[in-house]
């Protein structure tokens, strides 16, 4: 059904888009409302146990290379459940994308473009989403080649004018509240940037496989944590975890304390482009999840005619989604945790299972 590849730098490039994607400006301030001066470590922590969550989704892909995650859960449970559980993750694809459509529009309409009302920029993103797709998968991966450098730069710079502003002593006392605060501000750092790359397995197989897939994989998924674990950690030792944990978009505020020689300041732009950057990949990318999967579900020859249906209803979705940011941040954050977790563990763990058991009974026949 998809014709086109892409190689496995340009996957890998991707890999660091959606990692990073829109957690930029709020892992900082998720993070630090539960683990407080503590989520620098829950960062870190969560690196390893992220990478190891990719290496679950690398098996799952590796039990049927050549098909997607909708086709694969019809190879492994079978066509009477499979739909449903099929239905269950095009459900997680839509919201989540609608999601990322409204976060886009809440961001700028509150940061820069305060005057644009919030359901002309939501249709912007869209109308750049279907634009995207139409040029295809192989223009959308160079893109990403192509701005991969900016990306990597403007973050550099950022981190590096912020380390005259450090100051140690406000992550202190460590461990103030003991180990469980830790470990679950770990779970958040692993669930939301690493979990969310779950949308690959509907990628995989329309990469260029070579022998360094897996590596390459993993060395992508390494480097978007440790440039976000980069945010966490230098808005606690800049900002402190009171401003992190009370600030919508602690990353965007850091950003203000830059002042190098009273010449080089004012860096929001910046960080607000990389940014909308990372999200515009990630959201292509569960688009394109979206209406492939679609496709594939209900067994259609071309999943192309769905792009302008799936744009109406995600642009409705993300209108409807949550009235305001505040409510988005007190009700859909706590839980979406849960179901990261499901889709991205809890889901491929049970499917490897069952894929095991079945081989083993074809094998002792």
Known sequence: MEKGRISVGQVTVLIIFCTMGDMILIIPSICTHIAK?????????????????????????????????????????????????????????????AIYIREFGDFYTTQTYVLTPLRILMLLAILMLVFAFFTGIEALARASEL???????????????????????????????????????TL??????????????????????????????????????????LFVIMSLFVLGPFLTESSVYPSYILTAKINVFNFFQRMEAFIAAIWG???????????YAFILGTAQTFRLKDYRPLSMPA??????????????????????????VDWDLT??????????????????????Q
């Open 343 to 364: 889709n991205s563990v809890i889901i491929p763990l049970s499917l490897w299972g069952i894929y095991t058991i079945r081989q083993k009974r074809k094998q002792s």
């Open 277 to 287: 950057l990372s999200l515009f990949f990630k959201s292509f990318l569960y688009f």
């Open 37 to 97: 001066q503590d989520a620098w470590i829950s960062t870190l922590l969560s690196i390893p146990a992220g990478m190891a969550l990719v290496w679950l989704l690398l098996r799952v892909h590796e039990l049927y290379p050549s098909l997607t995650l909708i086709e694969a859960i019809r190879k492994i449970i079978g066509k009477w459940l499979a739909p449903v559980v099929s239905i269950w993750y095009l459900f997680y694809f839509l919201m989540s994308d």
């Open 188 to 229: 958040l750092g692993v669930s939301y940037p690493f979990g969310e790359l779950v949308v690959f397995l509907m990628l995989f197989p329309y990469v260029k496989h070579s022998a360094h897939f897996k590596r390459s994989i993993l060395l992508g998924s390494l480097i978007g944590g440790i440039l976000l674990s």
């Open 147 to 185: 701005c991969l450098p900016f990306f990597v730069i403007v973050t550099i710079t950022v981190v590096a004018c912020l380390i005259p502003e450090i100051d140690f002593s406000k992550v202190k006392p460590i461990m103030e509240k003991g180990v469980l605060p830790t470990i679950h501000g």
């Open 311 to 336: 744009a109406m209803l995600i642009y409705g979705l993300s209108m409807m989604v949550a009235p305001n940011i505040i409510y988005y941040f007190d009700t859909l954050v706590p839980f979406w």
